[in-house]
């Protein structure tokens, strides 16, 4: 008996996360390897104890915490279970059967994965030759069936960024009532260069159609408890809370979140030494023959072309976990000096 399942399911990938290799140093993921904060553990101890409760499903004081933060208004902030749920849930929220999403590619899979969960049609645009998301491109892409636009910035894989005067022209460039995600889950990673600096919460006043998305999982290290949120226009942030799951951030993910927000110096302080570890990873590997972007988020990419599984098949015997994509290259998790240099290690035996 075959079950009465969307048949178009059979031809869409389930989202292939980061392997776990019991002993392994895992660089697949892009996480901190530093545990929270002392402050945060309490935090989620104290939530602990009220778990009988549901938690409090719009995030309220989350949700001030960032407002305040940020220097935005509550009614411009959704909170969401990682900020994947978010980009899945501006899908929802924008696209009818058969609208259109548009991305760069490569970038993050859920980009695509979702856009065909919800029946819309993934317009992918190649990114530039030096691995840039190609916003000229992707301006010219946009059709009258365009309803979501998503620029990673920082791009996942790539960590490649775009310039500030591109992606205003963007901006300028597309109808004013398409929305368009920025999706900076790398932000707190972000040095940026000559002509790359940029405000996305200025931007987002300027452009309604803007709807900035970040998360706690990467600079606030809390992968494992799953809240991100969004930035966007009222009437934007409105649409979310229809399609948001109840009850999906978790008061000890609440909890944690306030906590990490509170404690925010000393994390973003962690940030500092990723940067300094980056430049020095990246050099290293550029030294030994390896093609690598100049990055802005906590991994590099290498582009290894065919050799990418290689790579990390051979990674893995060393008990070194990467991110391959078959075909194209490695992405790498740019941690402490001690697993950094694990790596270095490794693509160095690779090539010699
Ligand atoms: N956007 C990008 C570009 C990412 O790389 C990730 C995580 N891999 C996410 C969003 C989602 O992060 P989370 O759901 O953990 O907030």
Known sequence: ???RIRPDLDHLPAYAPGKTVPGAIKLASNEVTEGPLPSVIDAIADAATSVNRYPDNAAVELTAALAKKLGVTE??????????ILCQNLILVTCEPGDEVVFGWRSFETYPLATRAAHATPVPVPLTGDHVYDLD?????VTDRTRLVFICNPNNPTGTVV??????AFLRRVPSDLVVALDEAYFEYMRPGPG??????ELRREFANLVVLRTFSKAYGLAGLRVGYAIGDPQLVTALRKVHVPF??????????????????ELLARTDAVVAERTRVTARLRELGYRVPDTQ???VWLDLGEAALDFATRAIADKLVVRPFAGDGVRVTVTTTAENDALLAFAEKFVG
């Open 297 to 299: 988020a906590n991994f």
């Open 1 to 3: 008996m075959t079950l």
């Open 137 to 141: 491109a992707m301006a010219a892409a």
């Open 75 to 84: 009614d411009e902030v959704q909170v969401g279970c990682g900020s994947v």
């Open 196 to 201: 790359q600096a940029y405000d996305a919460l």
């Open 248 to 265: 999906s951030v978790t008061s000890l993910s609440q909890s944690a979140a306030i906590a990490s927000l509170a404690g925010d110096d």
């Open 163 to 168: 310039d500030a005067d591109d992606l205003r």
